[in-house]
């Protein structure tokens, strides 16, 4: 028996299976909003440790959004990172995976969600060997986990360099477990990376499991970003009375660093058993009452640029679009982009 443990990530040829091992800093990374102030894969900048609360700071340590792109003519991929505590990921989780893209036709599409082989640390991403050409690849990180290294090995005398990205100023979106994409089978299925490839422009997944509440410290720190819109969709973790607490406080803080740019707020999604479960009902109305109400005083206010979006359009007569009648599943992730694409289309014309 072999009792070698896994090599550490700094070594970059692993023994005797022909793979170079290539660390995803010396390719190229987005998704991530403050990349110079961020310890490896944060989705916050590392002081905001110190200033915010310590659920939204431990969720924003999920690596959700993040995701690498490079160019290659390898035939084969595999893949091994450390969790954010540093082990060896040794798991078959499917939120928790690693899913490849390919530019093939066009289009981005799905090639490959990342498999064990055996029980160590490393993962297969193709389901075989790739038709020989060069291409490009966007590579999802996990959505409920945490990452503090990350290689992908291809065959040793194949190739892979970073890509050029545009310089853009993404789309902000800052929400729930429902953004971060907390029931979707897999990364890249969730709403923010649908309307990424959809609108072929960077949208920045802020989402916060359990964790979306508004409060003014996390609204500083996002207001520190510059965004082409800021989407605020929060209340499936609010109850009415933060709601009236919050909304109004939040939008004048996004207002004071960017007094143009376009804010849309989100109700929250009309719950699929409402109809029968009274409890259910009286919470996402209430919730959803109050934001109406704000929302009304911040036009009233004469507060410019806000947009809505009702909770009963999300999923629309969507029957199947939740995994547990709140979290959307991949279904109710296309019904819902579907719908923020509306809405982001008419403020981008």
């Not at 109406?292 to 999923?315: C, F, P, S, W």
């Amino acid at each position: 028996m072999n009792n070698e443990a896994p090599l550490d990530p700094i070594d970059r040829v692993k023994k005797n299976d022909n793979l170079v091992w290539h660390d995803v800093f010396t390719l190229t990374l987005a998704g991530r909003g403050w990349p110079t102030e961020s310890k490896l894969f944060e989705r916050f900048p590392s002081r905001a440790k110190d200033l915010i609360p310590e659920k939204p700071w431990n969720q924003s340590c999920n690596a959700a959004g993040i995701t690498c792109h490079f160019k290659s003519n390898a035939t084969d991929f595999s893949i091994r990172w450390r969790d954010y505590n540093g082990d060896w990921a040794l798991d078959q989780d499917r939120a928790k995976a690693f899913v490849l893209y390919v530019y093939h036709e066009g289009k981005l599409k799905w090639l490959g969600t990342s498999k064990q082989i055996g029980n160590g640390p490393e993962y297969k991403l193709t389901n075989g060997q790739l038709i020989e050409g060069e291409r490009q690849y966007v590579l999802y990180f996990p959505l409920a986990r945490g990452v503090s290294s990350v290689e992908i090995g291809i065959p040793a005398q194949e190739k892979i360099t970073p890509v050029e990205l545009k310089n853009e100023v993404p789309i902000i979106f800052y929400g729930t477990s429902i953004i971060q994409g907390g029931a979707v089978s897999r990364p890249g299925n969730h709403i923010t990376a649908l309307l990424e490839r959809d609108l072929n422009y960077p949208v920045l997944n802020l989402g916060l499991s359990g964790s979306g509440k508004m409060e003014p410290e996390v609204i500083e720190i996002i207001a520190e970003l510059e965004a082409k819109i800021f989407i605020i969709d929060c209340l499936p973790n609010m109850v009415a009375t933060e709601v009236e607490e919050r909304l109004l406080p939040a939008i004048n803080i996004l207002r004071k660093n960017h007094p143009k740019t376009p804010i849309i707020i989100v109700e929250s999604l009309i719950y699929q058993d409402a109809p029968l479960v009274i409890e259910r009902t009286e919470r996402c109305m209430s919730s959803n009452n109050s934001l109406r109400v704000e929302y009304d005083k911040a036009l009233a206010q004469g507060i410019k640029n806000l947009h809505y979006i009702k909770g009963e359009e999300l999923l629309g007569d969507l029957t199947d679009g939740t995994s547990d009648g709140t979290h959307p599943n991949d279904l109710g992730c296309r019904k819902m982009a579907d719908r923020y694409l509306l809405t982001i289309k008419e403020i981008l014309q």
